[in-house]
């Protein structure tokens, strides 16, 4: 309804799972996202499950 239209929902939801995601996995979604953000560029497409919040290195973990 906020979100301006469809997919900008869709897309809102997609970023609200992970987050959610991020926090249940005990890691920092702020650090998550800059991490993942940093290094998306270098990863070839089919290893990109390697940047799954549960793959991702321990410096992201909440302290």
Do not use: C, H
């Not at 979100?3 to 900008?8: E, H, T």
């Not at 959610?20 to 499950?49: H, M, S």
């Amino acid at each position: 309804m906020f979100a301006g239209s469809n997919p900008g929902g869709e897309r809102a939801a997609a970023i609200y799972s992970l987050l959610g995601t991020d926090k249940l996995n005990g890691i920092n979604p702020e650090q998550y996202l800059r991490y993942v953000l940093t290094n998306i560029a270098d990863y070839q497409v089919n290893r990109i499950a390697e940047l799954l919040p549960w793959n991702i290195p321990s410096p992201t973990a909440q302290t």
